[in-house]
């Protein structure tokens, strides 16, 4: 049986017919590592001197429309402790439901540049632990606790800001669907990609981002070894950034565009916004 999963690339969300485990974990592992990277939050807060970060980011598809809240504190620029609350509503072909989805903790060292030529590098190593507190059956969690390991790296090289990550991630739980017994197993992730800022006004910045990822996932069903499935793709996202439209109050708004999948699929734009505050 061919694995199908749904995964959202940073700037898409590629909906596939069948709900097998990496669904929704797929989801939030973008949700969580790329649309604002633990490098761009660690030089958020260096910034601002402040030391915590409460926000909500929404994003909304013909699929999924989803609430996160990430929850932040990174001390002396070094260590940071941070929970992801996602609320989600399916309505999708599979699902109709709303509620609490998995919840993600994670706790990261910033291990600074590895390159004394390039000053404005970071280099984020961490873990993360996603709870099943989501409901499987609604649509609304994987089924599975995971555990996970990640380094995310970016560096900014004149106009460019250059970035990546690099995600390990095993499922901790079977899960049974009725008719099928899923056991996830191990999953790599890999993202790199460029973006470049352009359109500047004394308000809002506007950035251009093109992504790619690579993913493999091993798997075993009723027993059997389903394993090396491998998926590419590319996406684009045109994203506006503001703090001075609301004084100390950061705005980020922008539309995630599919470019291209390995995978014969229907993927969807998807449009997102959010906001943050330090403390």
Known sequence: MKKRVLLLSLLA?????????PHLSGI?????????????????????????????????????????IPLSY??????????????IEAKNSNFDSNGIGDTTYEISFNAGT??????????IFGIRYTDATGERTDGLGVGSSSFGIFWDTNAIIGEWTLYGSLLWTYYLDDINDGKYTY???????F??????????????????????QYKMEDETIN????????????????????????????IR????????????????????????KLF
Do not use: R
């Not at 490098?39 to 013909?62: E, L, N, P």
């Not at 708004?253 to 943050?276: R, T």
């Open 114 to 123: 590895f390159d004394s030529d390039i000053p404005q590098e970071n280099n």
């Open 74 to 87: 990174v001390y002396n620029d070094m260590v940071g402790v941070s929970v992801y609350i996602p609320y």
């Open 183 to 189: 056991t996830p197993g191990g999953e790599d992730i």
């Open 253 to 276: 708004a922008g539309i995630k565009i599919p470019i291209w999948d390995s995978n014969v699929v229907d993927n969807e734009f998807m449009f997102f916004v959010g906001v943050s």
């Open 13 to 21: 969300v590629n909906l596939l017919a069948n709900d097998k485990p």
């Open 191 to 212: 993202w790199i990609g460029a973006s470049h800022e352009c359109l500047l006004t004394d308000k809002i910045n506007t950035t251009a981002k093109l992504n790619w």
């Open 28 to 68: 939030l592992q973008y949700m969580n590592t790329l649309v604002e990277t633990p490098s761009q939050k660690y030089t958020q807060i260096k910034k601002s001197d402040s030391h915590f970060k409460v926000g909500v980011d929404t994003y909304i598809s013909s699929s999924y429309n989803i609430a996160n």
């Open 223 to 250: 027993g059997y070894n389903v394993n090396g499935t491998s998926y590419n793709m590319i996406d684009l996202t045109i994203e506006w950034e503001s703090e001075k439209i609301v004084e100390e109050l950061p």
